[in-house]
């Protein structure tokens, strides 16, 4: 490939640190696996993606037509420390071709700044990685209408890498997401929520490298599965779909009623955590998952004191990571903020499950053996039997099985008024009359329209559409509210 800058666009991935510093086998495999990670996520972009392996470093050619999708999806994919942007010459096997084809590049972009060039150098050449930089650095000086060179602080650093007698320019140079390959650290389960923690939790064991399966236990109704299948969606789909992962789905809503029933209301939050953490312990075993994920923090609520998650820990033996216990609401928050889960968990519909009367913050372990006798485990038995296990790939499907709220494909109506919930600015064109609302100002808005029309739920796949307009429902602000899917 002798010149990237006409259909093809080049990207050379720098590896995460930890990576390099590893032993020749695990590094081998880390490599292994990124290539295939990347491989596959790109492949399901555009086939005409090449993605070459190296022991240091990973490059992709990709068709200018596919550029802007495949750039942003190198930016979500574990294991990637940097994401250059390259134009690849070759046959630059002396000084005089590198300056003048670096001039020709960069030359137009250095009027009247200070520039500095900067060289790495992979082969054998009678000229040094100083060499070049000085070469080049004079030639931009006598050739350009640059002010000057500047080692230190410059307006324009120009990295060069010159591997044998391949040259490459880089024009632009990405952070990456950091961290082990997806796949590389094997298997944990994720107890998801939908909120803050457990969403903010289960990106971070996903950029680790552990392949993370979801297991939900509803308390809500279909309203709240369905947003929370959205959340675990969205996070597999920016962060981890190299590999297939579970999502389970519990009912606990018998378990609530035999909490009442059994347990004193002091003890009821921390019976709660422990009964979730015996459910994940069985799905867990069924798909040889050695380890749990919670969101807990330290101290943010009463079951969450030190002595209280001793308590919840308790009932397993299975290893149980909490990335956030030492982490406080405003961090948890801006991680959120980042990885893009925040209008997510707050448009979450809220359910109250079991919230104790005075919950105790310092349990005793006597009393809780005490409690814990009196609960009926034929009721958590009958929960996780009746669990279902889907593929989170499969929650489209799924939620549009669901019927939780009537699709409308054809619209025959002028008295439809479409409301387009997406974060993006654009709004859709529909045959009737349609209206901007983002999915988190929903709840605000919407009881600001008029009641003469009828109202249409539109978003790309359908699936926050349905969690909407399921809470639209459930808090009787619209009771013939639909879903629009052209």
């Known amino acids: ?82 994401v250059l942007e390259v134009l690849q010459f070759d046959e630059m096997d002396t000084l005089e071709k590198i300056k003048t084809k670096v001039g020709a590049v960069v030359g137009a972009s250095l009027k009247e700044k200070t520039f500095v060039v900067r060289v790495k150098r992979t082969g054998s050449h009678e000229y040094t990685s100083i060499d070049i930089e000085r070469t080049v650095g004079g030639y931009l000086l006598a050739h350009t209408e640059a002010k000057s060179v500047k080692l230190k602080d410059p307006e324009v650093t120009i990295r060069l890498e010159l591997v044998h007698n391949q040259l490459n320019i880089i024009t632009t140079k990405y952070k990456g997401l950091s961290g082990f390959p997806l796949g590389t650290q094997g298997d944990i389960l994720s107890l998801m929520s939908g909120g803050f923690d457990s969403t903010v939790a289960s990106y971070l064991t996903m950029k680790r490298g552990l392949k993370t399966h979801f297991i939900f236990f509803n308390l809500g109704g279909k309203a709240h599965e369905i947003g929370v299948k959205q959340v675990a969606l969205y996070l597999w789909s ?31 939050g921390v019976t709660l955590k422990r009964l979730m953490l015996m459910a994940s312990e069985k799905v867990a075993d069924e798909l040889e998952i050695d380890a749990l994920l919670t969101g807990e923090s330290v101290a943010q609520v009463s079951s969450q004191t030190l002595r209280n998650l001793a308590l919840i820990d308790q009932v397993s033996n299975k290893l149980i990571l909490r990335p956030l216990s030492t982490m406080n609401k405003p961090e948890i928050m801006a991680i959120a903020d980042d990885i893009g889960t925040r209008h997510f968990a707050e448009s979450m519909p809220e359910y109250c499950g079991v919230i104790s009367q005075n919950p105790i913050t310092h349990g005793s372990f006597k009393r809780m053996e005490k409690e814990a006798k009196r609960f009926n485990y034929e009721v958590l038995d009958k929960a996780v039997a009746d669990a279902q296990h889907i593929y989170v790939d499969e929650v489209i499907e799924d939620v549009t099985n669901m019927e939780a709220i009537e699709v409308v494909n054809e619209l025959d109506s002028e008295d439809y008024v479409v409301i387009d919930i997406r974060a993006e600015e654009d709004c859709i064109k529909a045959p009737c009359e349609s209206i901007k609302i983002p999915f988190h100002k929903l709840k605000t808005e919407f009881p600001k329209l008029t009641k003469e029309k009828k109202y249409l739920l539109y978003c790309e796949k359908g699936i926050m559409s349905q969690l909407h307009a399921q809470y639209l429902k459930d808090a009787k602000l619209c009771e013939d509210i639909k879903v629009y899917r052209p």
């Open 1 to 82: 490939m002798s010149n990237t800058t006409n259909t093809m666009q080049k990207f050379i991935l720098k590896l995460f640190p930890e990576i390099m510093i590893k032993g020749s086998s695990a590094k081998r495999q880390m490599v292994n696996q990124l290539f295939m990670n990347v491989s596959a996520i790109l492949g399901r972009i555009d086939e005409a993606v090449t993605v070459r392996k190296f022991s240091d470093k990973i490059e992709v050619f990709t068709p200018k037509t596919s550029l802007v999708e495949v750039r942003a999806a190198l930016f979500n994919i574990s294991g990637i420390e940097q």
């Open 238 to 268: 920016k962060y981890g779909a190299s590999h297939r992962v579970k999502f389970i789905s519990v009912p606990f809503d018998d378990v609530i009623t035999e909490i009442f029933r059994s347990t004193g209301p002091t003890y009821m």
